[in-house]
């Protein structure tokens, strides 16, 4: 199956500061325009062996984004350099000079800006094409968010769970690490993708966004459609994690929670 050959051209349209992802299309078009250029042809050679295989690869992780990177930042700066080496001679002294300063505000103090404003969770950041913070960790959950919450909402269930309670998870490892940690080794740990698994009442479920499988998508979609989390581990206003406990009645009908967050 894996993810649509687009993948890594949509992370960079929508998690690139607009100003830049301009310059960076810019100096693309400018290179592409002067194909017998030294310049050019290290970008052509350094894109091509990175975005066609990676593109054709099933797997792709945002974090595979960093390779093509410093090529298309050259392509950016050099984009707004040739920029000014045109409007120079075009412009008055202190018209150049005000160009001057726009460029460098538009291409540092505003992605700093950015940074600022989306820390300390730089990685949910989306621009306007992305939708912005409405839409912070819709896009890449299994990047964006990964096992963020896990902690919390462990300690979560190892406080309110009794003694000897099944808790199934998409990351049954971490959250037996951390059940041992906490002292609440008596829980039994089951993992939500396991064929064999089988809700039952009195069960906590972990529900993480960013680690959906192929065999736990309907479950996660049943459970999410009927159910109510007891417990909401949120970063930024985002819900990284939720814990849901069976009712005592068939799991299909069922899924009460306490509605704490």
Same mark, same amino acid.
């Given at each position: 199956y894996g993810l649509p050959w687009y993948?890594?051209?949509?992370?960079?349209?929508?998690?690139?500061?607009?100003?830049?992802?301009?310059?960076?299309?810019?100096?693309?078009?400018?290179?592409?325009?002067?194909?017998?250029s030294l310049m050019s042809i290290f970008a052509r050679v350094n894109l091509t062996f990175w975005i066609v295989p990676y593109s054709l690869a099933g797997s792709k992780w945002i974090r595979y984004v960093a390779i093509g990177l410093p090529v298309l930042y050259l392509a950016?700066?050099?984009?707004?350099?040739?920029?000014?080496?045109?409007?120079?001679?075009?412009?008055?002294?202190?018209?150049?000079?005000?160009?001057?300063?726009a460029a460098v505000v538009a291409m540092v103090a505003w992605p700093i800006a950015n940074a600022m404003a989306w820390a300390p969770y730089n990685r949910l950041y989306l621009n306007a094409l %992305?939708? &912005?913070?409405?839409?912070?960790?819709? /896009? $890449?959950? =299994?990047?964006?968010?990964?096992?963020? !919450?896990?902690?919390?909402?462990?300690?979560?269930?190892?406080?309110?769970a009794p003694r000897g309670a099944r808790v199934a998870a998409s990351d049954p490892m971490g959250?037996?690490?951390?059940?041992?940690?906490? %002292?609440? &080794?008596?829980?039994?740990?089951?993992? /939500? $993708?396991? =064929?064999g698994?089988?809700?039952?009442? !009195?069960?906590?479920?972990?529900?993480?966004?960013s680690r959906r499988y192929f065999e736990t998508n309907g479950l996660i979609d049943l459970v999410e459609k009927i159910g109510r989390p007891g417990f909401v581990v949120r970063d930024d206003g985002v819900g990284v994690e939720k814990v849901y406990r069976v009712g005592g009645r068939p799991a299909e009908n069922v899924l009460a929670g306490g509605g704490r967050k």
């Open positions: 993948f890594y051209l949509w992370v960079l349209a929508v998690k690139t500061p607009l100003v830049i992802l301009a310059a960076v299309l810019g100096g693309l078009g400018l290179l592409f325009f002067d194909r017998n950016g700066g050099w984009a707004v350099e040739k920029f000014l080496a045109w409007s120079r001679g075009r412009m008055g002294r202190q018209a150049w000079r005000a160009a001057m300063a %992305g939708g &912005g913070k409405p839409n912070a960790g819709r /896009l $890449f959950p =299994p990047d964006e968010i990964y096992d963020l !919450g896990v902690r919390e909402a462990a300690e979560y269930v190892c406080r309110v959250l037996g690490y951390y059940t041992h940690r906490l %002292g609440r &080794g008596d829980l039994k740990v089951e993992a /939500l $993708f396991d =064929p698994y089988k809700i039952r009442p !009195g069960d906590f479920l972990m529900i993480q966004d």
